[in-house]
């Protein structure tokens, strides 16, 4: 197989690669019903004027799967962490002991759960876009090239088989985030 083929092989199955990474990372952000620090990922703190990162500047923790607990690094960030975590609109009530922020996650209901499964759904689907546009821009190169049809014709199968194998991955993902999110 000549270099041409195979770098767009390899940039095809990068791209398919970093959306399964980006599905991995978006279907940890939807919470399962069990607390887990990747909840509060997305909230952001006012540290000394600058918008950080909680993970940043306290320690995340889950002692059992109702309760998440943010340990700061110093006591004075207590209320910047109350106050972002609320800004970050989750859905969680922290409550402050003088020490730590602890976070009762409630128990999701049966409407709660279907959303969120849908909302999982909606994010498999786009990352199955992104593989189908993979796809679509490596046929679309190899078409550029000055290679027999025979070639063209066999890369392109190769291209279609990375597909398909990336296309269930995301399907297997999907299928047990959706497992997750519907146990109760």
């Known amino acids: 197989m000549n270099e041409e083929i195979e770098f767009i092989i390899d ?9 399964v990474s980006h599905l991995k990372k978006e279907l940890a952000n939807i919470r399962a019903g069990k607390a887990s620090p990747a909840m509060l990922r997305s909230v952001m703190v006012d540290y000394y004027g600058s918008q950080t990162p909680l993970s940043q500047v306290a320690n995340v923790n889950t002692p059992d799967a109702r309760t998440i607990t943010v340990q700061p690094w110093e006591k004075s960030m207590l209320q910047e962490i109350e106050r972002g975590i609320q800004i970050a609109n989750i859905g969680f009530n922290p409550m402050n002991n003088g020490e730590s922020v602890i976070i009762n996650v409630p128990a999701l209901t049966e409407e ?14 786009d990352d199955k876009v992104s593989v ?15 290679i027999s049809d025979d070639l063209k014709s066999n890369t392109e199968d190769i291209i279609q088989e990375l597909t398909d194998k990336y296309i269930k991955i995301i399907d297997d993902l999907y299928y047990d985030k959706e497992k997750e999110i519907m146990t109760v």
């Not at 940039?11 to 959306?19: I, L, S």
């Not at 490596?138 to 078409?143: C, G, Y």
């Open 132 to 146: 189908r546009n993979a796809r679509k821009d490596a046929n679309n190169e190899i078409k550029k090239l000055d």
């Open 11 to 19: 940039a095809a199955k990068e791209h398919m690669d970093n959306a």
């Open 112 to 125: 709660r759960r279907k959303d969120l499964a849908k909302q999982a759904k909606s994010e498999t689907e």
